[in-house]
T-cell receptor, first 114, second 110 residues
Framework: GAVVSQHPSWVICKSGTSVKIECRSL??????MFWYRQFPKQSLMLMAT?????????EQGVEKDKFLINHASLTLSTLTVTSAHPEDSSFYIC??????????FGPGTRLTVT | AQSVTQLDSHVSVSEGTPVLLRCNYS??????LFWYVQHPNKGLQLLLK??????LVKGINGFEAEFKKSETSFHLTKPSAHMSDAAEYFC????????FGAGTILRVKS
């Protein structure tokens, strides 16, 4: 089946620094990828929709200048958390849309900002 | 607006007993519906999906769900729980974007 990977799986960074998270579709091309955020014991919250070759579409309340998304190719989307703060600590999950519009989820990246 | 309601935040069953995780959706039209499972610190795995074909959908690991339009429900069931089923389960609707329920944590007691 379709596989989506994320790198890194976990990262610890200092407040004020930037962190980049990669999302790759390993055996299929994904014109659309999604980025979600999940707080402890809560459901997934869609942050943005990433389309290859165009600007990402952000959900209401998500700061586009803080969460930079780049979808450079049909198999790679990146999320950069700029000037990270402790409140940005969360579990970030990406998903990619497959051939039949199913979404395949990555394993997630746990970000801890100290 | 479309919403998904998972009626139980926590469900606890004994190993070998049936599992029922309840989900209701709110929509003016039948959406595509999914159940995903998430183990701790892992991504989501698709258990099954409903896309307006058969109303009884069979998924992986012995799970199945029945779409009932009259009740706007899509409950997830399994005849016999296994310890490895302990995880969080999300009912999800799609109409363009995915809309997630709040999740149900399933605990399986030995």
């Amino acid at each position: 089946g379709a596989v989506v990977s994320q790198h890194p799986s976990w990262v610890i960074c200092k407040s004020g620094t930037s962190v980049k998270i990669e999302c790759r579709s390993l055996d299929f091309q994904a014109t659309t990828m999604f980025w979600y955020r999940q707080f402890p014991k809560q459901s997934l919250m869609l942050m943005a929709t990433s389309n290859e070759g165009s600007k990402a579409t952000y959900e209401q309340g998500v700061e586009k200048d803080k969460f930079l998304i780049n979808h450079a190719s049909l198999t790679l989307s990146t999320l950069t958390v700029t000037s990270a703060h402790p409140e940005d600590s969360s579990f970030y999950i990406c998903s990619a849309t497959g051939l039949h519009y199913e979404q395949y989820f990555g394993p997630g990246t746990r970000l801890t900002v100290t | 607006a479309q919403s998904v309601t998972q009626l139980d935040s926590h469900v606890s069953v004994s190993e070998g007993t049936p599992v029922l995780l309840r989900c209701n959706y709110s929509s003016s039209y039948s959406p595509s519906l999914f159940w995903y499972v998430q183990h701790p610190n892992k991504g989501l795995q698709l258990l099954l999906k409903y896309t307006s074909a058969a109303t009884l959908v069979k998924g992986i690991n012995g799970f199945e769900a029945e779409f009932k339009k009259s009740e706007t429900s899509f409950h997830l069931t399994k005849p016999s729980a296994h310890m490895s089923d302990a995880a969080e389960y999300f009912c999800v609707a799609r109409r363009g974007k995915l809309v997630f329920g709040a999740g149900t944590i399933l605990r399986v007691k030995s």
